[in-house]
C-alpha cells in the first residue's frame, strides 16, 4: 500500500480498493473521489460535491498522491515540467508536452533512476535507484491532468525503462484504461524501450497492447553495444518487434538519437533500413538534448549540426523509410527528452 507521510494514497488505485479502502464510507463515496481523481483534483477540497467535514476528515486519514510536487516548471514552448519528490527522498519528473495543434502529451516515468546506462542519456548516468510503483506511476499522470485539462496522449519516455518494471506499469495503465475511469485507450499510450526482449514478448502474450516504440539509436551491432551497453542484442530484438508486430497489427517507432559525428553517417543509414526490412516501421529522429559531462569515449558528445540531420533524413527517405524528426521542446527547463534527471538526490 503506497503511504505518503504515513498516510495510505488514493490515487492510482482501482475504484474497488479504493471502496475498500473508504469502508465504511458507502460505495458512492469511493466512485465519487475516483471520479475527481480521474479529472485531475489536486486536493481533497476540490471535490466540491463532498461535504466539508468529510474532506477534512478525509485529508486527516489519507493522502491523494504520493511524494510532493518540489518544482513545476514552464518553458516558453508550453512545456510543464513536475518535479516530484517521493517520500523517500528519490526524485521524478513528468513532463506535459504540447504539440502545434494543441493536443497534450503526457511524458511519464517509470523508475527512479535507471540500469540501462545509456551513455548519452542524463536519467542513464544516474544509475538505479528503484522501480516505481503503481500509485507514484499513475500519479505523475493525474498531477499533470490537474495542470492541462485533456491528455490525448501518454507516452512511457520519461526516466527508466518500463519494460524493466511491466508489473507496475500494467497496474497503472490498468487504473487509467479500466471502465470504471475515463477508459484511455491503450492504443494512445505508448511505451518506450532501448530493447528488452523478454519485455516486448510479455507485452505482446500477455498485453495490455501499447504501441510501442525502439529506443535503436544505431543499427549497427557494435556501435550499439558501446551507445547502449546493456540494451539486448539486435537479432533478437527484431525477431520479438515481428513477433509483437503480428500479435497487434501496430506500426512500431524507431527512435533515433542523433549524435554529432557519431552515428549520422551513410552507412547508418544503410543499417538502419536493413533492420528495418520486414517490419513496419516509421523512424523518429531525436537530435541528441545536450547534457552536461556527458561523452563518448574520451569526446565530448555534441549536438548533431542541420546538415547532418537533413542529409541523413534525406538518406534515409531515399531508402524508403518514413521519417519524422522530433520537435525539441522543453530544453529551456531540462524537460526534454533525456535530459531528466532530478536533484542529486534522485
Ligand atoms: N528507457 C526508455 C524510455 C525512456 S528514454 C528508452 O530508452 O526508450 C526516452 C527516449 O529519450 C529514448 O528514445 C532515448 O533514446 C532518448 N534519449 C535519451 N537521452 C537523450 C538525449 N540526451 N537527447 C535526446 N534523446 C535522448
Ligand atoms: Fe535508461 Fe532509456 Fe536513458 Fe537508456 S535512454 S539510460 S534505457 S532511460
Known amino acids: ?7 495510505p494514497v488514493l490515487a492510482a488505485l482501482p475504484v474497488e480498493e479504493l471502496a475498500v479502502l473508504l469502508s465504511p464510507l458507502p460505495g458512492y463515496r469511493a466512485k465519487q473521489l ?17 461535504p466539508l467535514p468529510l474532506r477534512a476528515e478525509l485529508s486527516e486519514r489519507f493522502a491523494l498522491y504520493p511524494g510532493e510536487v518540489a518544482a513545476e516548471l514552464r518553458d516558453p514552448d508550453g512545456t ?30 517509470t523508475q527512479a533512476g535507471c540500469p540501462m546506462g545509456c551513455i548519452f542519456c542524463k536519467t542513464g548516468a544516474l544509475g538505479f535507484r528503484r522501480n516505481l510503483d503503481s500509485a507514484e506511476i499513475g500519479s505523475q499522470f493525474f498531477r499533470l491532468k490537474g495542470i492541462a485539462g485533456d491528455i490525448a496522449n501518454i507516452v512511457f519516455m520519461g526516466m527508466g ?4 518494471n511491466l508489473q507496475e506499469l500494467r497496474r497503472a495503465a ?34 495490455p497492447r501499447f504501441r510501442l516504440a525502439l529506443s535503436l539509436t544505431t543499427a549497427d551491432e557494435k556501435l550499439r553495444r558501446r551507445l547502449l551497453p546493456a540494451a539486448d542484442p539486435l537479432p533478437a530484438v527484431k525477431e520479438a518487434l515481428r513477433q509483437y508486430q503480428e500479435q497487434t497489427g501496430q506500426r512500431i517507432t524507431l527512435e533515433a538519437v542523433l549524435l554529432g559525428g557519431v552515428n549520422t553517417r551513410p552507412k547508418d543509414a544503410d ?16 537530435p541528441w538534448n545536450p547534457v552536461e559531462g556527458l561523452g563518448f569515449e574520451g569526446r565530448p558528445l555534441r549536438e548533431p549540426d542541420a546538415g547532418e540531420i537533413a542529409r541523413l533524413e534525406l538518406w534515409l ?13 522543453g530544453r529551456s527547463i531540462g524537460g526534454a527528452c533525456g535530459q531528466l534527471g532530478g536533484t542529486p538526490t534522485g
Open 317 to 329: 527517405g531515399k531508402l524508403g523509410l518514413n521519417v519524422t524528426r522530433r520537435f525539441r521542446k
Open 1 to 7: 500500500m503506497p503511504r505518503n507521510a504515513g498516510r
Open 80 to 109: 510543464v515540467k513536475l518535479r516530484i519528490t517521493l517520500d523517500d527522498g528519490y526524485c521524478v519528473e513528468a513532463v506535459l508536452l504540447t504539440d502545434g495543434e494543441g493536443r497534450r502529451t503526457a511524458c511519464l516515468s
Open 34 to 50: 475516483f471520479s475527481w481523481i480521474h479529472r485531475g483534483a489536486g486536493t481533497f477540497d476540490d471535490m466540491t460535491d463532498l
Open 271 to 286: 543499417a538502419l533500413a536493413d533492420f528495418a526490412a520486414g517490419l513496419n516501421v516509421a523512424v523518429n529522429l531525436i
Open 174 to 207: 490498468a487504473v487509467l484504461t479500466g471502465g470504471e475511469s475515463m477508459g484511455f485507450s491503450p492504443r494512445r499510450i505508448t511505451v518506450s524501450t532501448c530493447g528488452i526482449v523478454a519485455g516486448i514478448r510479455d507485452l505482446g502474450e500477455n498485453g
Open 161 to 164: 525503462e518500463p519494460l524493466l
